[in-house]
T-cell receptor, first 115, second 116 residues
Framework: GAVVSQHPSWVICKSGTSVKIECRSL??????MFWYRQFPKQSLMLMAT?????????EQGVEKDKFLINHASLTLSTLTVTSAHPEDSSFYIC???????????FGAGSRLTVL | DQQVKQNSPSLSVQEGRISILNCDYT??????FLWYKKYPAEGPTFLIS?????DKNEDGRFTVFLNKSAKHLSLHIVPSQPGDSAVYFC???????????????FGQGTILTVHP
């Protein structure tokens, strides 16, 4: 079945630094990837939709300059949290779908802790 | 505005009995609904889905019921097993409007615990 790999699974960084999270579709080409964020005891919230070769579409309230998304190929999308602050600490999850897939496949998520 | 709500944060069930997880939505544009299961430190895993043209979909021990007039869906697990213990999320999307079905709106999740 479709597999989505997310890396790193957890990261701790200092306030003010930038962190990059990768999302790869391992055995299929992902025309679209989605980035979600989940704060403790809350639901997964869609941050942005990433289409290969074009600019990402951000949800209302998500700062595009802070959360940089790049979808350079059909198998890789990256999320860079720039100048991270403690309030950015969260669980970030990507998901991907293909032309042929009927449902989304989620990555395992990345736990970001900003000190 | 929480468009998808799971009002029960947790549910405890005895092994072998039925687990019923509920989900309500407010957006009448939603026409496709999914249930995901999530273990700690893992991403959500797809369980079962239902289109708004149906009112029931069954897959093994899992059955999803949709009541469009009430804007309510439920997931039934029969019989429940200890391995079913996880967080269950319902999600909804509006596919008919041309929006990518990947743009899901999730509920808050319900923690299911199945006791042996």
């Amino acid at each position: 079945g479709a597999v989505v790999s997310q890396h790193p699974s957890w990261v701790i960084c200092k306030s003010g630094t930038s962190v990059k999270i990768e999302c790869r579709s391992l055995d299929f080409q992902a025309t679209t990837m989605f980035w979600y964020r989940q704060f403790p005891k809350q639901s997964l919230m869609l941050m942005a939709t990433s289409n290969e070769g074009s600019k990402a579409t951000y949800e209302q309230g998500v700062e595009k300059d802070k959360f940089l998304i790049n979808h350079a190929s059909l198998t890789l999308s990256t999320l860079t949290v720039t100048s991270a602050h403690p309030e950015d600490s969260s669980f970030y999850i990507c998901s991907a779908n293909s032309i042929w897939a009927n449902v989304l496949t989620f990555g395992a998520g990345s736990r970001l802790t900003v000190l | 505005d929480q468009q998808v709500k799971q009002n029960s944060p947790s549910l405890s069930v005895q092994e072998g009995r039925i687990s019923i997880l509920n989900c309500d939505y407010t957006n009448s544009m939603f026409d496709y609904f999914l249930w995901y299961k999530k273990y700690p430190a893992e991403g959500p895993t797809f369980l079962i889905s239902i289109s708004s043209i149906k009112d029931k979909n069954e897959d093994g021990r899992f059955t999803v019921f949709l009541n469009k007039s009430a804007k309510h869906l439920s997931l039934h697990i029969v019989p429940s097993q200890p391995g079913d213990s996880a967080v269950y999320f319902c999600a909804a999307s509006a596919r008919a409007g041309g929006t990518s079905y990947g743009k899901l709106t999730f509920g808050q999740g319900t923690i299911l615990t199945v006791h042996p």
